[in-house]
C-alpha cells in the first residue's frame, strides 16, 4: 500500500475510534450479544433491533483498543436500515476479508476497506473480528428463537 493510502485509512480508523457510531443506547432489542477478545482485553455489548427482517437500530458499546472500537462503529454504521440476511452476508464478506480471503465488499461500504490494513498485523486481526463474530452470533440466536445471550470468547471461534 502507497503512504498516501495507509494514512487515509489510517484517518478512517482513528475517526470511528475518536467518534465511535451506534453508542446511543437503545429502548428494546431483539438481539443483545457480548463479546470478548481475552488476547487484547476488549469487551463488547451489542443490541440490535429489528423490526420485521430489517435492522432498525443498532447500540455498541465496544472497550478496547483503536481497532476493536473502529471496527464496531463501523458495523453499527453499515447495518443500520439493511435488511437482516443482507447483514448477515456483510458481516461474513467482512470476516472473510480479516481473514485473508479474496471478497469484493459492496460499493456503499468504504470505510471497511480500512480493515484491510489489519490483516498485515496478525495480533490485531481478532480485535477487528469481535463485533463481527459478536453479531453473527447473536443473529444465529435470534433466528433459533431461544433469547439466549452468551459472550462469544474470541478464543473459541475459528
Known amino acids: 500500500m502507497s503512504g498516501s ?12 475510534y475518536k467518534a465511535p457510531r451506534g453508542k446511543k443506547p437503545i429502548e428494546e432489542a431483539n438481539i443483545a450479544s457480548d463479546g470478548h ?4 482485553g476488549d469487551e ?3 443490541k ?3 423490526d420485521g427482517s430489517t435492522v432498525r437500530d443498532v447500540h455498541i458499546n465496544c472497550k478496547g483498543c483503536a481497532i476493536s472500537v473502529a471496527s464496531s462503529s463501523m458495523l453499527a454504521e453499515q447495518i443500520k436500515g439493511k435488511p437482516l440476511e443482507e447483514v448477515k452476508g456483510l458481516a461474513e464478506q467482512v470476516r472473510k476479508m480479516l481473514k485473508g480471503e479474496n471478497v469484493q465488499l459492496p460499493e456503499d ?11 498485515n498485523f ?3 486481526i481478532k480485535c477487528a473480528l469481535l463485533a463481527w463474530v459478536t453479531l453473527l452470533e447473536g443473529i444465529k440466536t435470534f433466528e433459533k428463537g431461544t433469547g439466549e445471550s452468551k459472550t462469544i470468547n474470541l478464543e473459541e471461534t475459528d
Open 44 to 46: 463488547l455489548e451489542l
Open 109 to 119: 461500504t468504504d470505510d471497511l476497506d480500512a480493515l484491510k490494513g489489519v490483516r
Open 5 to 16: 493510502l495507509d494514512d487515509m485509512y489510517r484517518d478512517i480508523i482513528l475517526d470511528h
Open 122 to 124: 496478525p495480533v490485531r
Open 37 to 40: 477478545n481475552p488476547a487484547c
Open 48 to 50: 440490535v433491533s429489528v
